[in-house]
């Protein structure tokens, strides 16, 4: 008699925590609908609709911030674009929910390069390398590409014409 209440207290903790604990989304499980839309966003990128595809990718994010995919893609159409500057910052993004992501850190490098800031993004090539030790990745080479390339050489002729057509 003395342990049935101990033991109907016990009995409704542990069903009032499974219950709980049932009841919420799985950490790492990204919302349907942002995934459906980070499709369509790839789809329209590839087609060349870069507007439809950043409305698209942006509405993704909206749905569920926390897909990484949607920010490495809506980088690469921000880098398409030619707006490395941003491509960073979304990069970033992506890489705050997973530091380990290769295609982010690649990605961040070549922008970088295209900043001119070559040495962040050797640290990047670097982070690779400790990444994929014991596999072989293609961003290594792409990324090593991109930074013996090196930034890309903006004549004053057309550094004086990109800010005059921004006064514009």
Do not use: H, W
Request: charge should be positive; aromatic fraction near 2%; include cysteine.
């Amino acid at each position: 008699m003395r342990y049935t209440s101990v033991a109907v207290a016990a009995a409704l903790t542990l069903l009032t925590v499974a219950t709980a604990v049932q009841g919420q989304r799985g950490e790492d499980t990204i919302d349907g609908r942002s995934m459906a839309l980070l499709a369509r966003g790839r789809a329209l990128q590839a087609a060349g609709n870069l507007d439809a595809a950043t409305d698209t990718l942006e509405s993704a994010l909206a749905v569920d911030p926390r897909n990484r995919g949607a920010f490495v893609t809506l980088a690469e159409v921000a880098q398409t674009r030619g707006l490395p500057g941003k491509a960073i910052r979304l990069y970033r993004e992506a890489l705050s929910l997973d530091p380990n992501d290769v295609a982010a850190l690649s990605g961040q490098g070549e922008a970088l390069v295209a900043k001119g800031a070559v040495a962040r993004a050797r640290d990047n090539l670097a982070r690779i390398k400790t990444v994929c030790a014991k596999r072989a990745c293609p961003e290594i080479a792409a990324l090593s590409a991109s930074i013996a390339k090196g930034p890309p050489v903006v004549t004053a002729a057309a550094a004086v014409a990109a800010s005059a057509a921004k006064k514009d």
